[in-house]
């Protein structure tokens, strides 16, 4: 029987597939296209999109189908690139504000079409920079940001309300996120259209990065906070980036990354519906993070199931009806985990490789790692090599001018088919840990197998031994990375890396000191007081932490209020 659900046609029958590309047609022919040469080098004419010829017949069609359609293994758009191409966004943050700022306008000048900000350990872990536990970190893998004032410099300059702006942050998520509208405020933009990400998703922290700051719990009622809070408030802006990256970087293989990913997402999706969400109207506001590894094909694959898994799920598990709520949107990062100290130029060939997976993969942004990542922050001239990668790729290699163009590949696809079905799997396994659907769930059953497996330890020793699997293959020789195992005779030197003096450290603890002395002590006084209150109570905290920012309050303060009532989370010991 034909399934017309969002005007899709199931069936790989001569006349479905026909009605597909007439389906395809129409919305291409409605779309906006960019005014660009979409001809080959030789000056061939292209098509926007290829498939199957007139008449033939493709035993299921319906799960590659068309651009633009569910699906969506294609892709979101029926016109691919030639619509709109990816955003070229680089991730970066080092030392002060001021520093990073500087930074940032270069990435702009040189092609960037939004910031992505990177924060110091301190920072990440919710604590100033005169904290005895920032000893050391302040300002070296990130920014340093102890409260407004620090925002206000770093997008000094910047107009917040033409910027998308992307902050690659989780447990002190929802805080920072805060100094960041309180300095649009100062900026005279109306926060209701600003555009961007947060990242936000704590599942992940759990699973693979450890950067958490309370239990699972109060950090789910925080993220909940944010999902209404931006729904009602700020709807272009995505509360929650769903992340993949760190899971894979810390050696989950392609299949685990993406099941794992899209677990925590329909986890999200559960926590939306839970406190009586519309899911059509915060489902768009989802989007998603993973990484690009070395694996080609498995990469492109990877991507394209991702669609076609949540797309599905969103329709017919949880209930989406439009399409927006369906779509599976995505940055994407090259594989820092795959850079090598040993002969770093050949750092230039993985990422460029790397980047090339995650364009055909159809990524809607990417950032392209420097050369120099393993070693340190990049310099000036790496994070431009960075950069011109993504150029050429889009200005040269006419990888924008076709949409999916690998799509109908028998390896391609018989590759998304086996690791859709493996995602499918290990979900099932998922929610069988949290009691499946017959058992009493609070949030959902995705969420409750979630924090069973992060409880018991499911997806560290997953993960772990799969890193295991890795290295043993590596040493073994049956893997091979250039200039570590293979091909190590060289005439590189040594690089020149850009290094974080520790005066960076004792300037920003000196100004914090000064903006300290110089603020209204009773009115933050009065705002953690209202904070801690809230968060007592059964009230959306986001507006009481923008509050606190207003009047200076610190990052350390604002996170240390509400642990006082969230407690602490402490990970249990295995071996």
């Known amino acids: 029987m034909a399934n017309t659900t969002n005007g899709t046609t199931d069936g790989g029958g001569a006349a479905d597939i026909e009605a597909g590309r007439e389906r395809w047609q129409r919305r291409y022919d409605a779309a906006r296209k960019r005014d660009a040469d979409f001809t080959s080098l030789s000056g061939r004419t292209l098509q926007p999109v290829y498939g199957p010829p007139p008449g033939a017949e493709v035993p299921g069609f319906e799960r590659i189908g068309w651009p633009g359609e569910f699906p969506f293994t294609r892709g979101l758009y029926p016109t691919g690139y030639r619509g709109r191409a990816w955003t070229i966004r680089q991730f970066a943050g080092f030392g002060n504000a001021r520093q990073t700022n500087e930074r940032y306008k270069m990435i702009l000048a040189s092609g960037g079409g939004g910031l992505s900000v990177a924060f110091d350990m301190p920072t990440l872990m919710g604590h100033d920079s005169d904290s005895p536990h920032a000893l050391g970190e302040v300002g070296h893998c990130g920014v340093a940001v102890d409260s407004v004032a620090d925002m206000d410099l770093l997008f000094d300059g910047i107009p917040l309300g033409e910027t998308t702006t992307s902050m690659t942050i989780s447990g002190p998520a929802v805080p920072a996120f805060c100094m960041y509208l309180v300095a649009a405020e100062r900026q005279g933009v109306d926060i209701g259209t600003l555009n961007g990400t947060l990242q936000t998703d704590i599942f992940k922290e759990y699973i693979a990065q450890k950067e958490w700051l309370y239990p699972p719990e109060p950090q789910l009622r925080l993220i909940g906070d944010l999902m209404e809070y931006c729904a009602e408030n700020i709807p272009a802006y995505k509360p929650l980036s769903v992340s993949g990256y760190h899971i894979r970087e810390a050696g989950a293989t392609a299949a685990q990354e993406l099941a794992y990913t899209l677990a925590d997402g329909f986890g999200y999706v559960e926590l939306g519906l839970s406190r009586g969400l519309d899911i059509d109207s915060f489902a768009p506001g989802l989007s998603f993070f993973f990484d690009a590894h070395i694996d080609f094909f498995e990469e492109i694959a990877k991507f394209r199931a991702a669609r076609r898994i949540w797309a599905r799920w969103m329709r017919d598990v949880y209930g989406a009806k439009s399409e927006k709520s369906q779509w599976l949107r995505f940055h994407t990062q090259t594989a820092g985990v795959s850079l090598t100290a040993q002969q770093p130029y050949n750092n230039v060939v993985r990422t460029a490789v790397e980047a090339l997976a995650a364009v055909l993969g159809g990524t809607n942004s990417?950032?392209?790692?420097?050369?120099?990542?393993?070693?340190?922050?990049?310099?000036?001239?790496?994070?431009?090599?960075?950069?011109?990668?993504?150029?050429?790729?889009?200005?040269?290699?006419?990888?924008?001018?076709?949409?999916?163009?690998?799509?109908?590949?028998?390896?391609?696809?018989?590759?998304?088919?086996?690791?859709?079905?493996?995602?499918?799997?290990?979900?099932?396994?998922?929610?069988?840990?949290?009691?499946?659907?017959?058992?009493?769930?609070?949030?959902?059953?995705?969420?409750?197998?979630?924090?069973?497996?992060?409880?018991?330890?499911?997806?560290?020793?997953?993960?772990?031994?799969?890193?295991?699997?890795?290295?043993?293959?590596?040493?073994?020789?049956?893997?091979?990375?250039?200039?570590?195992?293979?091909?190590?005779?060289?005439?590189?030197?040594?690089?020149?890396?850009?290094?974080?003096?520790?005066?960076?450290?004792?300037?920003q603890r000196r100004v914090l000191a000064e903006r300290r002395a110089a603020r209204d002590g009773a009115a933050v006084d009065r705002a953690l007081a209202a904070l801690l209150e809230g968060v007592r109570s059964e009230a959306n905290v986001v507006p009481l932490i923008m509050d606190a920012a207003r009047a200076e309050a610190t990052l350390g303060e604002i996170c240390a209020t509400m642990g006082e009532e969230f407690g602490t989370y402490t990970e249990a010991p295995r071996f």
């Open 366 to 507: 990417l950032h392209t790692n420097a050369l120099d990542e393993t070693l340190a922050l990049p310099t000036e001239q790496a994070a431009e090599i960075a950069l011109r990668t993504q150029a050429v790729l889009m200005e040269e290699t006419g990888v924008v001018n076709v949409a999916d163009p690998l799509g109908g590949s028998w390896y391609l696809e018989a590759l998304t088919d086996e690791i859709e079905a493996e995602a499918e799997q290990i979900f099932a396994h998922i929610r069988r840990m949290g009691g499946g659907e017959g058992a009493e769930h609070t949030i959902g059953p995705m969420t409750s197998g979630i924090l069973a497996g992060i409880e018991n330890g499911y997806f560290s020793s997953e993960i772990a031994e799969s890193a295991f699997q890795y290295q043993q293959a590596l040493e073994k020789g049956e893997k091979r990375i250039v200039g570590v195992n293979s091909h190590t005779p060289t005439v590189s030197g040594e690089l020149d890396i850009l290094r974080i003096g520790h005066e960076v450290e004792h300037e």
